[in-house]
């Protein structure tokens, strides 16, 4: 974020209406499997968005529903849309909402940040190797500590579920618990405090573990900066979702630090809205343009709020 | 259930640790790439315990976590484990906990149980077509709804996380809410009644819309019975993890019916335990000698607390 002086974060959300024909024409011409060249054509406008806009956002967040739909062939789309990333030096987040019990979730956290053992005997790193992964806190510490031991062992991070960004999060995690009259978000907001407590990084001061607040809930967010203000928050909701910059400066810290603020649609599919009367073959433009504008617009609310260290 | 005379179900959550030597031997001999060999034996493994039980129980639970840890070759395992519980008509029950905001969970409604949009403008059927999902509770109503699209619309089940197995369950699950003075699980379970409420089949009267409460805690799982009766229950934490025959008959109702035993490692890797003095090479035998112990074992509680159909 200091590097390129920005906490923005795009989302690889990519469904397949959101492909300009011409790719979608060149996987079908390509691959005689029609799930293999949807996956193609996914994997080819992913490459071409993070070309047209890493020189300008520090960390790319993918949704890994979007890939599962088209199975083994979405699953090898998702691997290399992540090498991709990384071979541009960006973050990679890999939104799974994972949760298990304790056994079972040592599998995950596997599978997305530690090692494999494989059938020869030998042990591989991880087949996604992500810098970080979303999880779901439903089943308490046990369903997480494999993730936090991952966290320790190979330099990773989590974002976990805390209030989420739509509009029927509240039906629980708003609800007020009869201990201490907090909510349930709070009280999971709390653990996670708890559950990073042993992974502070020395440079900045913030865990490995982080926590999802989502754009749409300024009041809860400020809520929960205050509850955990070691947590780096990872904020949906904006743009599409129609939360505006002024609401997501709240899960801000005073160091100007502190939240990553996500939008997918409102980049990738740019070229769609009427706002930038793109065509198809325009669609990079389109989403730089937009990258562009939620950076300043980010940066503007910063500025205005006196928490912008950029 | 009724064509087999019990409630139990296998869990084909293969590690790679359960599989013989000579099945990895042979993966390794078959496939360059370790990854690709490791879910082959996963997948040769899984084949060999259903064609060895299938004539005994109703329905397979697969947890993708023991999968997805290959990658698009574990993928691969998983569809075709799916593809042969199926060949064997028996009901394949695919444990993966999904859960995200209402536009994501289509995605994944339809990776799992509905139909995909292709980029040929085609639409397919689901590449995994499970019968059934576990799904996650937290983000309220919407993150469910397109779950429930899948059930109505094409004759799929799924099981919400109402009391999960694991130690740390107690910790949000359990925890009073100061509304009604019900816990975080109750609330659940409630819901889980009104998002069935409209998907009761007319043949038993239960609902597509299922519920997860472990067997490891039978005081929890006779509330969860009163509160949600047209639920289905799925059962973990029989056998491995400790619960015994007579704490899972809380999950039935009177008609006998209401819930699914499973059981994973206590059946699959029997080989590996002294009591069955099964070497490598006899892992069938001892599944099934496990399997069947594990029938009767359950039909015995049902029968001893009158609840026994069979």
Redesign the interface.
Known sequence: MDKLQNPCCIGL?T???F?PSFI?QQ??EKEDN??E??AE?ILEFNRKIVDATYDLVPCYKI?S??Y?????????AL?KTVEHVKKRDRIVILDV??????S??E??A???LGR?????G?K?SS??DADAITV????????IKPFLDACGNFGKGIFV?VK??????????D?????D?ST?FQ??AR?VDEWGAELIGTEYGYSSVGMVVGATYPEQAKVCRKLVPRAVVLV?GYGAQGAKAKDVVHNFNEDGLGAIIHSARGVIAAYRSEKYEAGEDRFEEAARQAALEMIDDIISALKASGKCRW
């Open positions: 959300d469904r397949i209406s492909v979608k996987a079908v029609v799930f060249a949807t054509a949704n529903a979007f599962e739909l088209y199975g083994k062939h979405g699953i090898k691997k909402k994972r949760n298990d019990i304790g079972t979730a599998a995950y596997n599978a997305y494999v053992e494989l059938c020869d030998t591989a087949y996604f779901n806190p439903y089943l308490g510490t046990d369903g579920l989420t960004s739509n509009p029927s999060s509240h039906e629980f995690q609800v007020k618990m009869d201990n009259s349930l009280m999971v653990k949906p």
